[in-house]
């Protein structure tokens, strides 16, 4: 790897700002100091930036309780993204696993791992997701057996698999899908002549999110975390 590259990816500096740290003589390598970017590294190469060892990260992996009015995606025209809550290193190389509509919250996971996102998102793994859910109207009794046999949701040619609805009270249910459809958890009470007031994802798979985490807030998951969305060995 060119050193201005290594630059690049561990300070998150663009190739003109790596030449202009070079020639300010403010990295070593080995330690020496080095002004040109052309010069090919390992990816374990000792280098230093004002004294402070680079080295290149790893898959990243986070979960973040996303607040209402922030939407998943890196640029908008009309609401701030939810990448401006985090404080990362080319945090714009991260993505997110399991989009959350603008005006939802909750369990949010980023990473720059796309095998790993694959399999919390692709419908053949089936990652079940459960949100609690708070409704317009009082729910109808016999809702929870039409999401446990499938609904038809507008604009589908096939019904929702079975969905598993616990009643909180009269307007406020738990709802786990194992599917992720546009908008589905919406378009499925709107099926049975409902409408979602508020909508928040608790789990993803077996991951809960995390009680201490405050809307905005974010932690890098544990290696056992990570690990529940690996294939077995």
Same mark, same amino acid.
């Given at each position: 790897m060119?050193?201005?590259k ?5 300070v998150?500096v ?8 070079? +020639?300010?003589? @403010?990295?070593? #390598? %080995?330690g020496? /100091?080095?002004?040109?970017? *052309?010069?090919?590294? =390992? &990816?374990d190469?000792?280098?230093e ?5 680079l ?37 714009e ?14 369990l ?9 996102s ?9 990652c079940? +997701?459960?949100? @609690?859910?708070? #409704? %317009?109207?009082? /729910?109808?009794?016999d809702? *929870?057996?039409?999401? =446990? &046999?499938?609904v038809?949701?507008r ?6 698999l ?8 009269e ?7 194992h ?28 991951l809960?999110l995390?009680?201490?985490?405050e ?9 056992d975390e ?8």
């Amino acid at each position: 790897m060119r050193l201005d590259k290594f630059l690049c990816e561990t300070v998150g500096v663009t190739r003109t700002q790596a030449a202009r740290l070079l +020639k300010e003589k @403010r990295i070593t #390598l %080995d330690g020496n /100091i080095v002004k040109s970017g *052309a010069i090919k590294i =390992a &990816e374990d190469a000792d280098v230093e930036f004002d004294g402070a060892a680079l080295k290149l990260s790893g898959p990243r992996y986070f979960m973040m309780n996303k607040p209402e009015g922030y939407v998943c995606s890196h640029e908008d025209a009309s609401n701030p993204t939810v990448f401006v809550l985090l404080e990362e290193v080319n945090a714009e190389k991260l993505h997110i696993a399991g989009r959350l509509d603008c005006d939802t919250t909750g369990l949010l996971l980023l990473t720059d791992d796309g095998q790993w996102s694959h399999r919390v998102t692709s419908p053949k793994h089936k990652c079940d +997701k459960t949100y @609690r859910v708070w #409704l %317009d109207d009082p /729910i109808e009794d016999d809702v *929870a057996e039409q999401f =446990a &046999e499938g609904v038809m949701l507008r604009g589908e040619d096939a019904e929702t698999l079975p969905a598993q609805m616990t009643v909180v009270d009269e307007k406020e249910v738990l709802l786990t899908i194992h599917e992720g459809k546009y908008h589905q958890v919406k378009r499925m009470f709107a099926a049975v002549g409902n409408r979602v007031v508020g909508l928040h994802r608790e789990t993803v798979g077996a991951l809960v999110l995390d009680e201490a985490l405050e809307p905005g807030e974010y932690r890098l998951l544990t290696a056992d975390e990570v690990a529940q969305f690996m294939p077995s060995k």
